[in-house]
């Protein structure tokens, strides 16, 4: 993961970049859960408003084209792989993924 570094006042605070990978037929919740968490942590709970994430949290595909969902939902990739760190994503439906999908998080690829 990526460390970025955000003013707050007069600290600094070293936010962790997050990747979560879209493939095609993704379940909303297998990313949406994810992101909500990431993006709604705080580390003082009295400053929840002022206070931003300690999370940078980005949607990563393969490609830049729009990812659907199993619903149909159309979601927007915030990057592709060749410019994301590696990152892992656990998912219930894998047999959609394809084998760039399973490389670059470095899962086994199977269609078992």
Same mark, same amino acid.
């Given at each position: 993961?990526?460390? *970025?570094?955000? +003013?707050?006042?007069?600290?600094?605070?070293?936010? +962790?970049?997050?990747?979560?990978?879209?493939?095609?037929?993704?379940?909303?919740?297998?990313?949406?859960?994810?992101?909500?968490?990431?993006? *709604?942590?705080?580390l003082n709970e009295e400053r929840r408003r002022e206070d931003p994430s300690p999370f940078e949290v980005l949607l990563v595909a393969e490609k830049?084209? %729009?990812?659907?969902?199993?619903?149909?939902?159309?979601?927007?990739?915030?990057?592709?792989?060749?410019?994301? *760190?590696?990152?892992?994503?656990?998912?219930?439906?894998?047999?959609?993924?394809?084998?760039?999908?399973?490389?670059?998080?470095?899962? %086994?690829?199977?269609?078992?």
């Amino acid at each position: 993961m990526t460390r *970025v570094r955000l +003013k707050e006042r007069h600290n600094q605070m070293e936010r +962790k970049r997050v990747g979560i990978v879209l493939f095609e037929n993704i379940e909303v919740l297998d990313f949406c859960g994810p992101f909500e968490v990431f993006s *709604v942590v705080r580390l003082n709970e009295e400053r929840r408003r002022e206070d931003p994430s300690p999370f940078e949290v980005l949607l990563v595909a393969e490609k830049n084209d %729009p990812v659907v969902t199993t619903g149909g939902m159309k979601v927007i990739p915030d990057h592709t792989f060749d410019v994301i *760190v590696k990152s892992l994503s656990n998912c219930h439906s894998c047999e959609s993924r394809s084998p760039e999908v399973f490389e670059f998080t470095g899962f %086994p690829f199977s269609r078992e």
